[in-house]
C-alpha cells in the first residue's frame, strides 16, 4: 500500500464505523500444527509455514468482505496476552508451560468460569511471581505487524497489545519483593518495555494499536475486588494506578489511533443438552460502577466496549464518553452460533444514541473470535457472517464503514 494511501487512511482511523478486536478463528490446520509444536512433534520452522498460510487467506477474506481495518487473526499466537507475555525475560514459568493443562478454565456452559490463577502456567495466564527485572527479549507485536502488513492491499493493519493493567494483576507481587519493591515499582518496567514496543512498531508504520485490557472489568466485579483486598490491595488505587499506566504507555505517539479493549472474558462451551455453543465468562458487573471515572480518564481515541449480553447492563453509561472519543459498541458475540441481522443492529444503535450521538459510535463484535487457540471456537464462516452483517449495517447507518 503505498504511502498516500497510509497517511488517507490514518486520518480516518479514530472514526472507523467497524472493528475488530483482533484474534480470529484459527483454522483446523493451524490449530492442529500449534499442538504438535508444542509436543515437539514439528519444528518451529515447519509451525511458521502454516503460521504464514492462514494469515495470507484469512487477509483476503478480510478484504473481500470490505473491512476497513486488517489483523493477521493473532495466528501467530497461542493466547492474546502473549503479545507481552512472549516478548520479555524475567518471570518464573516451568519448563514448556505450554504442554500444561491443569491451569485452565474449568467448563461451565452458562456460567462464570475461572482458571486456576495460582498454578504453575504461562505468564499472565497464571499469576506468576517474577525472579529478575522484566526485560524485553522480542518485540512480539512488531514481528507480528511486519509480516502482515505487505499483504494488505486494501486496508490498513491493527494490532493488539496487552494494557498494563492486565500485567500488574497476574503479577505475584508478594512473591517478589526481592526483585520489586511494588507494584508502582513493576508497573514503571511495563511502561517502559510498552513504549518502546510501540515506538519500534509506529517506526514502522502502524497507525492503529488497541490495548487489550480485559482486567479493568475486574473493578466492577465483587469477586476480583474481594481478592484485591484479600492480597492487601487497595481496588481504588489499583484502579487510578490502572488508568495512570495506560495513558503514561501511550502519550505522545502523535498521529496514531490507541483503542482501550474492555471485556469480560471470552471463553465458550458446549451445552451438554442441546448440543450448542454456549457463553462463559470471568466477571460479573456493569460500567456504571468504573464507567465515569474511566471513560473520562483515558486518552485512548476509541473504547472498544462488550455489550452482547445483559452482563454488559444498559447503554446509559456512555453518557461518560467524552467529547471527540469513539465508542465501538461490541453488538456482536464470539459465542453463539447466532448471526446478529442489520435490523437488530441498528435497534441496539438507536437505543444507545439515547445516551451517546451516533457519530460518536462504531461497531464490533464483543471480542476476539478466538483469545486462545485452545479454546473451542465458532465455525469460521460463522464468524465471516458475523462480518458481513456488521459492514452491512454499518453502510446503512453511516453510509460507509
Request: aromatic share 8%; glycine share 6%; hydrophobic share 40%.
Given at each position: 500500500?503505498?504511502d498516500?494511501?497510509?497517511?488517507?487512511r490514518?486520518a480516518?482511523?479514530d472514526k472507523l464505523r467497524v472493528?475488530?478486536v483482533?484474534?480470529?478463528v484459527p483454522?483446523d490446520a493451524l490449530?492442529q500444527?500449534h499442538?504438535?509444536?508444542?509436543?515437539?512433534e514439528?519444528?518451529?520452522?515447519?509451525?511458521?509455514?502454516?503460521?504464514?498460510?492462514a494469515?495470507a487467506?484469512?487477509?483476503r477474506?478480510?478484504?473481500d468482505?470490505?473491512?476497513?481495518?486488517?489483523t493477521?487473526?493473532?495466528?501467530r499466537?497461542?493466547?492474546?496476552q502473549d503479545s507481552?507475555a512472549?516478548?520479555?525475560?524475567?518471570?518464573?514459568?516451568?519448563?514448556?508451560?505450554?504442554?500444561?493443562?491443569?491451569?485452565?478454565?474449568a467448563?461451565n456452559?452458562?456460567?462464570?468460569?475461572e482458571q486456576?490463577?495460582?498454578?504453575?502456567?504461562?505468564?499472565?495466564r497464571?499469576?506468576?511471581p517474577?525472579m529478575?527485572?522484566l526485560?524485553?527479549?522480542?518485540?512480539?507485536?512488531?514481528?507480528?505487524?511486519?509480516q502482515?502488513?505487505?499483504?494488505a492491499?486494501?486496508a490498513?493493519?491493527?494490532?493488539?497489545?496487552?494494557g498494563?493493567d492486565?500485567i500488574?494483576?497476574?503479577?505475584?507481587?508478594?512473591q517478589?519483593?526481592?526483585?520489586?519493591k511494588?507494584l508502582?515499582?513493576?508497573?514503571a518496567d511495563?511502561?517502559a518495555?510498552e513504549?518502546?514496543?510501540i515506538?519500534?512498531?509506529?517506526?514502522?508504520?502502524?497507525?492503529?494499536?488497541?490495548?487489550?485490557a480485559?482486567?479493568f472489568?475486574?473493578?466492577m466485579?465483587?469477586v476480583?475486588?474481594e481478592r484485591?483486598?484479600a492480597r492487601?490491595e487497595?481496588?481504588?488505587?489499583?484502579?487510578?494506578?490502572?488508568i495512570?499506566?495506560?495513558?503514561?504507555?501511550?502519550a505522545?505517539?502523535?498521529g496514531?489511533?490507541?483503542g482501550?479493549?474492555?471485556?469480560?472474558g471470552?471463553?465458550?462451551s458446549?451445552d451438554?443438552k442441546?448440543?450448542?455453543m454456549?457463553?462463559?465468562?470471568?466477571?460479573?458487573?456493569?460500567?456504571d460502577s468504573?464507567a465515569?471515572?474511566?471513560?473520562?480518564s483515558v486518552?485512548?481515541?476509541r473504547?472498544?466496549?462488550e455489550?452482547?449480553?445483559?452482563?454488559?447492563?444498559?447503554?446509559?453509561?456512555l453518557?461518560y464518553v467524552?467529547?471527540?472519543?469513539t465508542?465501538?459498541?461490541?453488538?456482536?458475540?464470539?459465542?453463539?452460533?447466532?448471526?446478529?441481522?442489520?435490523?437488530?443492529l441498528?435497534?441496539r444503535?438507536?437505543?444507545?444514541?439515547?445516551?451517546?450521538?451516533v457519530?460518536?459510535?462504531?461497531?464490533?463484535?464483543q471480542c476476539?473470535?478466538s483469545?486462545?487457540?485452545?479454546?473451542?471456537?465458532?465455525?469460521?464462516?460463522v464468524q465471516w457472517?458475523k462480518f458481513?452483517s456488521?459492514?452491512?449495517t454499518a453502510?446503512?447507518v453511516?453510509?460507509?464503514?
Amino acid at each position: 500500500m503505498n504511502d498516500t494511501i497510509l497517511e488517507n487512511r490514518a486520518a480516518t482511523l479514530d472514526k472507523l464505523r467497524v472493528d475488530q478486536v483482533g484474534s480470529l478463528v484459527p483454522p483446523d490446520a493451524l490449530k492442529q500444527a500449534h499442538r504438535k509444536f508444542v509436543m515437539g512433534e514439528i519444528s518451529a520452522e515447519q509451525l511458521h509455514a502454516v503460521q504464514d498460510k492462514a494469515v495470507a487467506e484469512s487477509i483476503r477474506r478480510q478484504e473481500d468482505i470490505g473491512l476497513p481495518i486488517l489483523t493477521d487473526g493473532e495466528f501467530r499466537r497461542s493466547n492474546f496476552q502473549d503479545s507481552f507475555a512472549a516478548a520479555v525475560s524475567g518471570y518464573d514459568v516451568p519448563e514448556n508451560a505450554e504442554a500444561r493443562t491443569d491451569w485452565r478454565e474449568a467448563v461451565n456452559p452458562h456460567g462464570r468460569t475461572e482458571q486456576k490463577f495460582e498454578l504453575a502456567g504461562p505468564a499472565i495466564r497464571t499469576r506468576r511471581p517474577a525472579m529478575s527485572r522484566l526485560a524485553l527479549k522480542r518485540n512480539v507485536v512488531l514481528d507480528e505487524y511486519r509480516q502482515v502488513a505487505p499483504l494488505a492491499t486494501k486496508a490498513p493493519v491493527k494490532v493488539a497489545l496487552l494494557g498494563p493493567d492486565r500485567i500488574s494483576q497476574r503479577f505475584a507481587w508478594e512473591q517478589s519483593q526481592a526483585v520489586y519493591k511494588g507494584l508502582d515499582d513493576f508497573i514503571a518496567d511495563v511502561v517502559a518495555i510498552e513504549r518502546q514496543m510501540i515506538t519500534e512498531l509506529v517506526a514502522a508504520g502502524c497507525r492503529y494499536i488497541h490495548m487489550d485490557a480485559p482486567g479493568f472489568t475486574a473493578y466492577m466485579d465483587q469477586v476480583s475486588l474481594e481478592r484485591m483486598r484479600a492480597r492487601g490491595e487497595d481496588p481504588q488505587k489499583n484502579l487510578e494506578r490502572a488508568i495512570k499506566a495506560e495513558n503514561d504507555v501511550i502519550a505522545g505517539f502523535d498521529g496514531v489511533t490507541f483503542g482501550l479493549h474492555l471485556c469480560r472474558g471470552n471463553t465458550r462451551s458446549i451445552d451438554p443438552k442441546t448440543g450448542q455453543m454456549v457463553a462463559q465468562w470471568h466477571r460479573e458487573g456493569h460500567y456504571d460502577s468504573i464507567a465515569e471515572q474511566l471513560f473520562s480518564s483515558v486518552k485512548h481515541q476509541r473504547l472498544l466496549l462488550e455489550y452482547d449480553s445483559p452482563r454488559a447492563g444498559d447503554f446509559s453509561p456512555l453518557r461518560y464518553v467524552p467529547a471527540g472519543t469513539t465508542a465501538v459498541l461490541g453488538l456482536v458475540t464470539t459465542k453463539s452460533t447466532d448471526i446478529e441481522q442489520p435490523d437488530f443492529l441498528r435497534r441496539r444503535l438507536d437505543e444507545a444514541a439515547k445516551y451517546l450521538p451516533v457519530d460518536q459510535m462504531a461497531i464490533s463484535p464483543q471480542c476476539g473470535f478466538s483469545s486462545d487457540i485452545e479454546l473451542i471456537q465458532l465455525p469460521e464462516d460463522v464468524q465471516w457472517r458475523k462480518f458481513e452483517s456488521l459492514m452491512e449495517t454499518a453502510n446503512k447507518v453511516w453510509g460507509n464503514a
